[in-house]
C-alpha cells in the first residue's frame, strides 16, 4: 500500500465488492453485535476514533475526496488501518447521513466496564438515537464519562447516535443492560440514584449532591419504569412554566448534569 503523504492524489486499492457488501450490513444492528464491529461516518468521527486509538478494521473514502479526507486517510493509514476507496455511488450506499462526508471506517466494540467508585447517567428507554447521543455527548462535557443504557434505548452504535455523540463515544463508557434495576442494584450499592420525573418529590434546587451518584432519565412518553422507580433514592423535578408537556430528556439530561457540575 503506498502511504504517500501527498494529498493531490490518493493511492489507496479499490473496495472490494465483497467488502462493500459486509460494510453495508453494518447498518443493522443485529450484524453490528454479530461481527462486534460498528460503522462511523464522516471526517470528526474518524478523527476522534484515530486519537482515541480506538481498534479501527479499515477505511473507506470516496473516489473524488476532499484534501482534508485525503489528508486523515493517509494519517490512518500510517497509524496501521487498511483504507479502501470506491466509486461516490457506491460510497454513498454506505452512509447513512443525507450527506456523505467522504470518509467511513470499521471499528471494533470496545470495552465497556463500568466503574462503580464513579457516577453515572442511566437512561431508561430513551429510543430516540439523537438524543442517546446527545445525552452522551453532554455527559462528557460535564464529567460524568459513564452511561447505561436499559432495554427500549437506541443502540449505542446506531449510525444517528454516534453522530450524536460528536466524538464523545470513543471517550465515555456506554454499557448496556436488559435488566436495569437488577445492574443498578447489584453492581452500584453505594449509589444514591435521583430519577428525572415529572411528580418528583423534590425541586432539583433542594438538592445537594455528595459522593457517588446516579442520574436515572426516562422515555417521553412513559418515564422511568416501575422496577427502576422501586430502587430510586429518590424523586426530582425540573420546574418550569406552565404551557410545554414536558422538557426534552436531553435537555432535561443537560440542566440536571450542569447542576451536579456546579453544585458537586
Known amino acids: 500500500m503506498n502511504t504517500s503523504?501527498?494529498?493531490?492524489?490518493?493511492?489507496?486499492?479499490?473496495?472490494?465488492?465483497?467488502?462493500?457488501?459486509?460494510?453495508?450490513?453494518?447498518?443493522?444492528?443485529?450484524?453490528?453485535e454479530e461481527q462486534q464491529v460498528f460503522l462511523i461516518e464522516g471526517e470528526k468521527l474518524c478523527r476522534e476514533a484515530l486519537l482515541s486509538h480506538a481498534t479501527m478494521r479499515y477505511a473507506i473514502i470516496t473516489g473524488d475526496p476532499s484534501t482534508s479526507v485525503q489528508v486523515l486517510a493517509h494519517d490512518m493509514s500510517r497509524m496501521g488501518v487498511d483504507v479502501f476507496?470506491?466509486?461516490?455511488?457506491?460510497?454513498?450506499?454506505?452512509?447513512?447521513?443525507?450527506?456523505?462526508?467522504?470518509?467511513?471506517a470499521?471499528?471494533?466494540?470496545?470495552?465497556?466496564?463500568?466503574?462503580?467508585?464513579?457516577?453515572?447517567?442511566?437512561?431508561?428507554?430513551?429510543?430516540?438515537?439523537?438524543?442517546?447521543?446527545?445525552?452522551?455527548?453532554?455527559?462528557?462535557?460535564?464529567?460524568?464519562?459513564?452511561i447505561l443504557l436499559g432495554a427500549g434505548c437506541a443502540d449505542r452504535f446506531n449510525p444517528k447516535t454516534l453522530r450524536s455523540t460528536m466524538g464523545s463515544i470513543f471517550r465515555c463508557t456506554v454499557a448496556t443492560t436488559d435488566d436495569l434495576a437488577t445492574t443498578l442494584q447489584r453492581g452500584f450499592p453505594q449509589h444514591t440514584f435521583y430519577g428525572a420525573t415529572l411528580d418528583g418529590a423534590r425541586n432539583l434546587d433542594a438538592l445537594r449532591m455528595g459522593g457517588l451518584y446516579g442520574l436515572v432519565l426516562g422515555s417521553e412518553s412513559h418515564g422511568i419504569s416501575l422496577p427502576v422507580r422501586r430502587i430510586l433514592t429518590d424523586t426530582i423535578k425540573i420546574s418550569g412554566s406552565e404551557g410545554a408537556e414536558s422538557l426534552n430528556v436531553a435537555v432535561a439530561a443537560g440542566i440536571l448534569l450542569h447542576y451536579c457540575f456546579t453544585y458537586r
Request: net charge positive.
Open 5 to 32: 503523504q501527498h494529498t493531490s492524489e490518493s493511492f489507496f486499492p479499490p473496495l472490494t465488492q465483497a467488502l462493500h457488501h459486509t460494510t453495508r450490513l453494518l447498518h443493522k444492528k443485529q450484524e453490528r
Open 85 to 104: 476507496q470506491t466509486q461516490a455511488r457506491k460510497f454513498e450506499q454506505l452512509c447513512d447521513a443525507a450527506t456523505p462526508q467522504g470518509v467511513v
Open 106 to 146: 470499521v471499528v471494533k466494540f470496545p470495552e465497556m466496564t463500568l466503574n462503580n467508585a464513579q457516577p453515572l447517567v442511566v437512561l431508561d428507554g430513551v429510543a430516540d438515537p439523537g438524543n442517546v447521543g446527545t445525552i452522551i455527548r453532554t455527559a462528557d462535557w460535564f464529567g460524568v464519562r459513564q
